[in-house]
């Protein structure tokens, strides 16, 4: 019990959390957080792996250290689609393949959201709002704004480290 407190409390002040609704790829959506907000966004050597009922499912990820400010961006998705996976019968000779994809959610309680930009150990809060300005800038970029993530039932899923 003291450890989820301890964890609630790190994770209450420590970052910022931006949303972002677009049509963008991962990789092409990153490629642009680089061009309007000067970043520069590497895809993780992993992805952020999240187990689900049914299997494993795997949600891209990005990072950017700014290491004379220290600070840290994490550019991650949100949803993603994936064909669970069916254990086969017997005396089948082929796997039988699922035709319904499913959606998963990295935080559920924020379905339509397709990307989180999450900053860690920033302090200004007009650099956030510039951020915000700034990918809305994009053209496929529907809407970005911030996110009290203190009210986030599943912020624990946003722990990367």
């Keep these: 019990m003291a450890y989820k407190l301890l964890v609630d409390e790190l994770l209450e002040d420590d970052f910022y959390l931006i949303g972002i609704h677009t049509s963008l790829e991962h ?22 792996d999240f187990k689900t009922d ?24 949100n949803k993603i689609s994936y064909l669970p996976q069916k254990k086969p019968t017997a005396g089948s000779l082929f796997q039988d393949l699922p035709t319904n994809s499913r959606n998963l959610n990295l935080i559920p309680e924020h379905p ?9 150990n920033e302090s200004d809060e007009n650099e956030i709002l510039g951020f915000v300005s700034k990918l809305k800038e994009i053209n496929q970029v529907l809407t970005a704004y911030t996110i009290d993530a203190t009210k986030l039932k599943s912020k624990h899923h946003l722990i990367f480290n």
């Design 27 to 48: 990789i092409r959506l990153a490629y642009f957080a680089n061009k309007y907000l000067q970043l520069q966004f590497k895809r993780c050597a992993s992805d952020l």
């Design 54 to 77: 049914e299997q494993l499912a795997y949600f891209a990820l990005f990072h950017h250290q700014d290491i004379y400010r220290e600070v840290d961006y994490y550019l991650v998705e």
């Design 112 to 120: 339509k959201v397709d990307f989180w930009l999450k900053i860690e």
